[in-house]
T-cell receptor, first 110, second 114 residues
Framework: GIQVEQSPPDLILQEGANSTLRCNFS?????LQWFHQNPWGQLINLFY???GTKQNGRLSATTVATERYSLLYISSSQTTDSGVYFC????????????FGKGTKLTVNP | ETGVTQSPTHLIKTRGQQVTLRCSSQ?????VSWYQQALGQGPQFIFQ???????GRGNFPPRFSGLQFPNYSSELNVNALELDDSALYLC?????????????FGNGTRLTVT
């Protein structure tokens, strides 16, 4: 099956710093989503981005489908950005049967 | 617009028992997917329901079963619980279309098997 690898596994930042999280996947995908899981376990969809670039406030994401990777950028990080960031992919169009990476645990210190 | 709701939030069961978890999908969503998230891992796809039928299954044994009701709400049943079934169980809903759409997750049910 498809492999999803995320790096780095852990990241510690000071408030205000910028960061880049990476997701590599082993096969062509029709669906790539980024999620944030807060310390209480709530999983929030950040981006649906099978290709191209999207921005939402301080967060942006880029997927280069031909090279099988996606990047999540966090600028001017805040303590509320702490949590685990997951990349998830799906091979089929319209199925939403996602394969998740192991995540990047981000800690933003005040 | 109501989001995805799951119940209960926490549950403690004994090995060998059976458990039922519940999920109400987001308004307008007719597809429900269930995921298992072990501690320190990413969520793993269990199965998906569409129009009350199972529509795809991950690598989980038959003692994991589900139902979807006409109002699109869903149940996950696990029989003969094992210690390794301890995890956060997440339900996600989406509208069934030809194209992919963002998944919306509930807050999960944290199951502990002792």
């Amino acid at each position: 099956g498809i492999q999803v690898e995320q790096s780095p596994p852990d990241l510690i930042l000071q408030e205000g710093a910028n960061s880049t999280l990476r997701c590599n996947f082993s096969d062509s995908v029709n669906n790539l989503q980024w999620f944030h899981q807060n310390p209480w376990g709530q999983l929030i969809n950040l981006f649906y981005i099978p290709s191209g670039t999207k921005q939402n406030g301080r967060l942006s994401a880029t997927t280069v489908a031909t090279e099988r990777y996606s990047l999540l950028y966090i600028s001017s990080s805040q303590t509320t950005d702490s949590g685990v960031y997951f990349c998830a992919v799906d091979l089929q169009g319209g199925s939403e049967k996602l394969v998740f990476g192991k995540g990047t645990k981000l800690t933003v210190n005040p | 617009e109501t989001g995805v709701t799951q119940s209960p939030t926490h549950l403690i069961k004994t090995r060998g028992q059976q458990v039922t978890l519940r999920c109400s999908s987001q308004s307008g969503h007719n597809t429900v997917s269930w995921y298992q998230q072990a501690l320190g891992q990413g969520p793993q796809f269990i199965f998906q329901y569409y129009r009350e039928e199972e529509n795809g299954r991950g690598n989980f044994p038959p003692r994991f079963s589900g139902l979807q009701f006409p109002n699109y709400s869903s149940e996950l049943n696990v029989n003969a619980l094992e210690l390794d079934d301890s995890a956060l169980y997440l339900c996600a809903s989406s509208p069934k279309t030809e194209y992919n759409s963002p998944l919306h997750f509930g807050n999960g049910t944290r199951l502990t098997v002792t």
